[in-house]
């Protein structure tokens, strides 16, 4: 079985900055992408950013020139950086992994989620 543990989410003004973080960890071989999903209230999940095993990295328009997405392989640990927050990006914050586990199964995991409240 495979872990994904978030921390890192919390309430601040717009403007402010917040970084996220997710550790993988159990019956891991590798893991290809990683990313972070967000679902506000009475919508659906949105991809807000990935980075690949390669090292390629994507966002949604919304968040280009404000989140950073970073990843430590070493560390099975996937960070997003959230800059110049406004109240549009006030949801719940999933991370998730395309884990290769021990048994050379290959799933999507997901984190349990953190809440990120942006107020104007």
């Known amino acids: 079985q495979v872990q994904l543990v978030e921390s890192g989410g919390g309430s601040v003004q717009a403007g402010g900055s917040l970084r996220l973080s997710c550790a993988a960890s159990?019956?891991?071989?590798?893991?290809?992408?990683m990313g972070w999903v967000r679902q506000a209230p009475g919508t659906q999940r949105e991809l807000v950013a990935t980075?690949?095993?390669?090292?390629?990295?994507n966002y949604i328009d919304s968040v280009k020139g404000r989140f950073t997405i970073s990843r430590d392989n070493a560390k099975n640990t996937v960070y997003l950086q959230m800059n110049v927050l406004r109240p549009e990006d006030t949801a719940v914050y999933y991370c998730?992994?395309?884990?290769?586990?021990?048994?050379?199964?290959?799933?999507?995991?997901w984190g349990q989620g953190t809440q990120v409240t942006v107020s104007s």
């Open positions: 980075f690949s095993r390669s090292g390629s990295t």
């Open positions: 998730k992994a395309d884990v290769v586990q021990t048994n050379w199964t290959r799933k999507i995991y």
């Open positions: 159990g019956s891991i071989s590798l893991i290809y992408d």
